[in-house]
């Protein structure tokens, strides 16, 4: 694996580690790592590098192989390990080192997107090694017209199924576990629809805040961090139909098919929120106005949170809303999609109490699902009360980089964006993005710490004093 962009950010806190975790699992055999940049990295920058990441990658037992064969494996791939200057936009630089790597090579690009597009130009078919992998970070492109431009390059390189648009939000457990729930069970497929679902919605919000993100964040903003990536592709999972295999074609299908139904509805103002935090305290720590963090320009007008509603325009969906939402320094972490059912068509008379839908919810991080019924509470059977059934789900113990190198490295592009994919995500969003630079849509408030404006639509998060009982 060759890593462009090897002294960057992303490089070291992110995709090393993961790498690092990977190979301590024994999912890596054989990985020789090489790393390039701009920088004129010592061999021994380099090699404190790969320490300083890899550092607890082999401790405890791993499924796939003992502890001192991961240490060893580790050893082996730093002791290997090089690294080279190269400027990967001229001309023939990053073609003549690909010549000296052995076959199959996978190139990730953890680049500034700018730079990337630069760097494929410069490349031809040829410079390639036999059955080279392009692994393309996030964002893909600015806007649908970049991203098809971007799209056009690398076909001219590799085959599409070669080509890796890196989503770690698509992990196998995020995928698989929606996969699953649905299809493996007659009870919910029959009720996933218009018919019985009043809404949908996935919520990622963060007590984050900006994290020292500047450079990046005060220029994407979360509607092109979060909302045009990822939230439409979990989306996209949780509103397919059914495919016949986990194969990549059968999956990525489905979920094409339903980003090209979606859209956004074109009053703005209505069918979008947007926000930006202002001082306040998460838990003890105070947080400062976002405009006064470090880097930020207040005339940027980035939004620190935001929601906006897709329609999926096809029978299944029709009329039912699906409220994307994301946002940083919040009142608490809430990674999860929630799915809100119609209410019964008729109560028998005599029930009182709480009288809620039907919520099922799928956390992403910590991985669980939990379905809110009514029954008939303790003490009095005609007062109905609210229970929580709840379990955990899977997860794949390496870390969100290490499974989607885990694919990489296995050729599985399952996990990837596809091509007509990661135009469609930036053909919904786009209309909205540029009413939002317009100023129809207003920049609205909300105090760090809090759970956002009090008015916006998408449901309140659960109090902690809801009942719980445990089943799983
Ligand atoms: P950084 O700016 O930290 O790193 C970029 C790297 O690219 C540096 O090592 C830089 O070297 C190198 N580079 C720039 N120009 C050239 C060139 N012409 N030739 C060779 N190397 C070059 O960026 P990040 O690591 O933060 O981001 C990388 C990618 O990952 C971006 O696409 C970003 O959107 C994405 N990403 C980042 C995340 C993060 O948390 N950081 C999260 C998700 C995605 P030098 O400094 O010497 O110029």
Same mark, same amino acid.
């Given at each position: ?23 301590? $699992? ?28 890899? $550092? ?24 290997? @390990? ?180 979606? @859209? ?209």
């Amino acid at each position: 694996m060759l890593v462009l962009g090897a002294s960057g950010d992303l490089t070291g806190r992110l995709l090393l580690p993961g790498v690092g975790r990977l190979i301590a $699992a024994g999912r890596a055999p054989r990985l020789e790592l090489v790393g390039a940049g701009s920088d004129d990295w010592t061999a021994e920058r380099w090699r404190q590098r790969l320490d300083d990441s890899f $550092a607890g990658a082999d401790e405890g037992s791993t499924a796939e192989g003992s502890t001192a064969e991961g240490s060893a494996e580790l050893a082996r791939v730093k002791d290997a @390990s090089t690294y080279h200057r190269l400027d990967v936009t001229a001309p023939g630089e990053l073609g003549r080192l690909l010549k000296t790597l052995q076959a199959p090579v996978a190139v990730y690009f953890a680049l500034p997107p700018a730079v990337s597009q630069a760097a494929c130009e410069a490349l031809t078919a040829g410079d390639l090694p036999e059955g080279t992998r392009l692994v393309m970070e996030k964002p893909f492109g600015s806007g649908a017209e970049s991203a098809a431009r971007l799209n056009a390059t690398l076909a001219g390189l590799v085959p599409e199924d070669h080509i890796h648009r890196v989503d770690h939000f698509l992990g196998k457990s995020t995928v698989f576990n929606i996969v699953g729930l649905r299809f493996a069970n007659r009870l919910l497929e029959p009720l996933w629809n218009a018919e019985h679902i009043a809404k949908v919605e996935i919520i990622f919000d963060e007590d984050l805040t900006l994290e020292n993100r500047a450079r990046y964040y005060d220029h994407a903003g979360a509607g092109r961090d979060m909302i045009q990536s990822h939230l439409l592709q979990i989306m996209a999972i949780i509103a397919m139909e059914a495919p016949a295999s986990l194969d990549e074609r059968d999956v990525r299908d489905g979920i094409a098919a339903v980003l090209r139904a979606s @859209s956004i509805d074109n009053h703005f103002a209505r069918s979008t929120r947007r926000a930006r935090y202002t001082a306040g305290a998460i838990g003890d720590r105070p947080v400062p106005d976002y405009t006064a963090e470090a880097g930020v320009d207040p005339a940027n007008n980035t939004e620190t949170l935001a929601e906006v509603e897709i329609r999926v325009k096809n029978w299944r969906w029709a009329g039912v809303p699906f409220l994307l939402r994301s946002g940083k320094a919040l009142g608490r972490n809430r990674k999860e999609a929630v799915i809100t059912y119609k209410p019964v068509p008729h109560l028998p008379d005599g029930f009182r109490g709480v009288d809620a839908p039907t919520r099922l919810h799928i956390g992403f991080g910590p991985e669980n699902l939990t379905l809110d019924l009514d029954v008939n509470g303790p003490g009095n059977l005609f007062e109905l009360d609210r229970v929580r059934l709840e379990t955990e789900l899977a997860s794949d113990p390496l870390l969100p980089y290490g499974e989607v190198l885990d694919s990489v490295l296995a050729g599985d592009p399952l996990l990837s964006v596809r091509a007509d994919t990661a135009e469609e995500c930036w053909r919904i969003v786009e209309p909205a993005f540029a009413a939002w630079r317009a100023g129809t849509v207003p920049l609205e408030e909300y105090a760090a710490g809090s759970d956002g404006p009090a008015d916006w639509r998408s449901s309140r998060p659960r109090s902690a004093g809801d009942k719980q009982r445990a089943d799983g």
